[in-house]
C-alpha cells in the first residue's frame, strides 16, 4: 500500500511598525540640509578657535598657547615604561654610529640652552596630567639639520588614549597650496625663506608641559638603567605632535595684528612655515626682505633660507641667510 504524504502549507507572516509622519518629515529636512547643517567636526573646528583666542598670550616676547583639548577630566597613561624602552632602542640604534649618538646628545643639550626644554626636578610634582612621550631620530643627510628628534605623540598602551587622540585637530587654516604655485610662477623677482624651527617658536601654557616630559641620560656614554635618567618636559612645541593648526594660527594672528602692507602679502602667501613673495626691481626686493625679517622678529621668530631667481639678491644676503643648498625649491616642491 503507497505511502500516504501529507502537505502542509505554512503561510510566512511579517509585521513593520510605521514610523510616524514626524520621524519621516525629521529624515526628509536631514537629507535636504546635506552640506548645509554644521557638522561634528565643524563644531569641533569652532571650540578649537574659541580655546586658542583665549589662551593665546604673550611670554618673554613669544606667543604661548594651550593645548585644544577634546576632553575634559581625561586618564591620560604616563607611558613611563613605554618610553623606557623606545629609550634604549634608540640609544642601541645610534650607538652604532657614534658621532650621531654624539650630535644627538648636543641637539638636547642646545634645546635646553635655549629655553626649548627643561629639567623636571622633581618627577611627582605636575602642574597639570603627566605623560611621557618617546622619541626617535631621523636622519637626513642631504639636508642642513643632518639628524633631528621626533616625538610620538600617537603612541598607546591597551585600552588607552594617544597624546593626539586627546587633542582637538582644529581647522585646517592653510592657504591654498595651488594659488601659491600659480601666483610664484607669474612673479618677476620671486623670493621664498622659512621660519627656522617653527614649531619651537610656540610657548606652551605651563599647566601644559608635563603632558611633553620625556626621558633622556644623564651620561649617553654609560649604561641605561634607573640611576643615569634624567626627565625633561618642553616649554616648547615639540616636533611629531598635531599642532599644525597652532603654529598657523599664531602666525595668522601674528600678522594680522601687524599693521603693515607687507604682512597682508605674508599673510595670503605663506604655507606651514614657508614664506613666498614678490618683487619688481632688486631694491623692492632688499626692502622687502628687511621689513619680512623685521616682522617675524617681532614674534621672537627668525626667518631664513632665503633664495631668488634674481642672482643680484642672492649676492645681496648674508651668509646666514642664505638657503644652504644650489637647489631652489618652492614649498618644500
Known amino acids: 500500500m503507497p505511502t500516504q504524504i501529507e502537505t502542509i502549507k505554512v503561510l510566512p507572516i511579517s509585521s513593520k511598525q510605521k514610523e510616524p509622519e514626524s520621524g519621516n518629515i525629521e529624515q526628509f529636512w536631514k537629507l535636504e540640509l546635506l552640506g548645509i547643517s554644521e557638522s561634528s567636526q565643524e563644531k569641533e573646528d569652532e571650540v578649537a578657535v574659541q580655546h586658542f583666542q583665549k589662551t593665546i598670550k604673550r611670554e ?57 626644554t627643561e629639567e ?52 585646517v587654516l592653510l592657504n591654498d597650496l595651488t594659488g601659491i604655485l600659480l601666483r610664484f610662477r607669474l612673479m618677476n623677482i620671486a623670493i621664498t625663506c622659512d621660519i627656522e624651527k617653527a614649531y619651537h617658536q610656540l610657548v606652551f601654557n605651563r599647566e601644559d608641559r608635563d ?36 603654529l598657523v594660527a599664531v602666525i595668522k594672528f601674528h600678522l594680522r595684528n601687524m599693521p603693515s602692507a607687507v604682512a597682508k602679502r605674508v599673510e595670503e602667501n605663506f604655507y606651514v612655515d614657508n614664506v613666498v613673495a614678490e618683487a ?22 627668525n626667518i631664513r633660507e632665503f633664495a631668488s631667481n634674481s ?20 614649498l618644500g616642491i
Not at 652604532?96 to 654624539?102: A, C, G, V, W
Not at 618627577?123 to 631621523?138: D, F
Not at 656614554?221 to 598635531?242: C, H, M
Not at 619688481?280 to 623685521?294: G, P, R, T
Open 120 to 171: 623636571v626636578k622633581d618627577i611627582r610634582k605636575s602642574e597639570g596630567p603627566v605623560h611621557y612621550l618617546p622619541h626617535h631620530a631621523v636622519i637626513t643627510p642631504m639636508k642642513q639639520t643632518k639628524i633631528r628628534m621626533v616625538f610620538d605623540a600617537s603612541v598607546k598602551t591597551s585600552g588607552s588614549k594617544s597624546l593626539n587622540d586627546l587633542l582637538r585637530r582644529g581647522p
Open 311 to 330: 642672482a643680484e639678491f642672492n649676492e645681496f644676503l648674508s651668509k646666514e641667510d642664505q638657503q644652504s643648498t644650489q637647489q631652489m625649491k618652492v
Open 211 to 246: 603632558v611633553i616630559r620625556f626621558l633622556w641620560l644623564r651620561d649617553y656614554r654609560q649604561l641605561i638603567e634607573r640611576s643615569n635618567l634624567v626627565v625633561y618636559r618642553f616649554q616648547r612645541a615639540p616636533f611629531g605632535i598635531a599642532s599644525p593648526f597652532l
Open 280 to 301: 619688481d626691481s632688486i631694491e623692492e626686493a632688499i626692502k622687502l626682505y628687511e621689513e619680512i625679517k623685521d616682522i617675524f622678529s617681532k614674534a621672537h621668530m
Open 60 to 116: 618673554k616676547k613669544r606667543y604661548s598657547v594651550g593645548w585644544p583639548w577634546r576632553y575634559r577630566g581625561f586618564r591620560l597613561p604616563s607611558n613611563f615604561g613605554v618610553c623606557f624602552g623606545r629609550l634604549i632602542s634608540t640609544v642601541w640604534k645610534l650607538g652604532t654610529q657614534p658621532p650621531l649618538l654624539e650630535r644627538y646628545n648636543e641637539i638636547l643639550k642646545e634645546q635646553i640652552e635655549s629655553e626649548i
